[in-house]
C-alpha cells in the first residue's frame, strides 16, 4: 500500500514539473487524472482489506472444529458402550435359554414376557413388511423458509406413523430409531429429535406387518409434491429395539384388585 502511494507521488511530482516546463494540460484531463489516482488508492486500499480479512483465522471455526471433534468423540464412546451392552444381553439370553429348557413354567412365563418387551420395543424383531425411503426433491430454499419445511417433515412423518398403525403395523423404525407409544418427534434447530437421537432427510420409514394392508395406506404418497418418496415391500425387515429407556414416574401395578 505505501509503495502504492509513493508511486502515485512520483507521478505527480512528475506532472507538475512537466507544467512548469511549459508543457499544457488542460484543466479538465489533469482534473480527471487525480480523481483517476484517488480511485486507485481506494481500489489498493480495499484490496488489501479484504485479504487480511480473508487471512485471519477466526477463533469461532476453532471452537466449532473442538466441537466436531468431541461429538466424535462422545459418539464413538457410545458406540463402545452399545457394543457391550449388547454382548451382555447376549449372555443374559443365553443364561435364559437355559434356565427356560429345564422347565416348562418358566418357559410360559419367559415367553410371556418376550411377548410384552416386543409390544413396548423393547426387543430387536425382523419379518416382513415395507420401506419407505423419503428424500428431499429440492434444495431447501425452495421451500421459502427453514421452518416451513421442517414442519412440512414432521407432518409427514406423523400421517405416516399413524397409517401405519391403522394398517396393522407390528413395530415401526425411522431411521432405525424404534417407534413405540412413548416416542416423541420435535423439531430441534434444523432437524429433528426422536427418542433423543438426532435426525432429519433422508428418512427410511420401516414398518413390519402384512405386506399388502401396509402398502395399502400409504401408497398415495408416492404423488407427494414435496418430497421424492419411494416404497417397495420387503421380505425379511430388521428394527432395533428403542434405545431409550421409558420410565414410570407415578404409574404403578396395581396388585390384589378387589375389582
Given at each position: 500500500m505505501n509503495s502504492l502511494c509513493y508511486n502515485y507521488r512520483v507521478i505527480i511530482y512528475k506532472i507538475l514539473i512537466f507544467?512548469?516546463?511549459g508543457i499544457k494540460i488542460k484543466k479538465e484531463n489533469l482534473l480527471i487524472f487525480f480523481v483517476s489516482?484517488?480511485?486507485?488508492?481506494?481500489i489498493a486500499f480495499q484490496t488489501k482489506t479484504v485479504n487480511n480479512i480473508?487471512?485471519?483465522?477466526?477463533?469461532i471455526n476453532r471452537s466449532n472444529n473442538q466441537l466436531v471433534n468431541q461429538i466424535k468423540k462422545e459418539r464413538e464412546a457410545n458406540k463402545l458402550l452399545e457394543d457391550e451392552i449388547k454382548s451382555a444381553n447376549k449372555i443374559v439370553n443365553n443364561y435364559e435359554k437355559g434356565v427356560v429348557e429345564e422347565d416348562d413354567e418358566v418357559k410360559e412365563v419367559f415367553d410371556d414376557i418376550q411377548k410384552y418387551k416386543i409390544m413396548i420395543g423393547y426387543e430387536d424383531v425382523h419379518g416382513s413388511g415395507i420401506l419407505i425411503e423419503i428424500n428431499d426433491l429440492y434444495d431447501d430454499f425452495f421451500y421459502f423458509t427453514d421452518e416451513q419445511v421442517l414442519f412440512e417433515k414432521k407432518e409427514l412423518l406423523m400421517f405416516i406413523i399413524n397409517s401405519l398403525k391403522l394398517g396393522g403395523a407390528d413395530a415401526i423404525a425411522i431411521n432405525d430409531l424404534r417407534f413405540t407409544n412413548h416416542t416423541e418427534i420435535e423439531v430441534a434447530g434444523n432437524h429433528f429429535e426422536i427418542n433423543g437421537t438426532s435426525t432429519n432427510t433422508p428418512f427410511?420409514?420401516?414398518a413390519i406387518g402384512n405386506q399388502d394392508n401396509l402398502y395399502e395406506v400409504v401408497k398415495n404418497l408416492v404423488d407427494d409434491?414435496?418430497?421424492?418418496?419411494?416404497?417397495?415391500?420387503?421380505?425379511?425387515?430388521v428394527i432395533p429395539k428403542a434405545n431409550k429407556t421409558i420410565e414410570y414416574k407415578y404409574a404403578e401395578p396395581v396388585l390384589n384388585s378387589k375389582r
Open positions: 507544467a512548469k516546463g489516482i484517488f480511485l486507485g488508492i481506494l480473508l487471512n485471519v483465522k477466526l477463533p427410511a420409514i420401516k409434491s414435496m418430497f421424492d418418496i419411494k416404497i417397495t415391500k420387503e421380505e425379511d425387515i
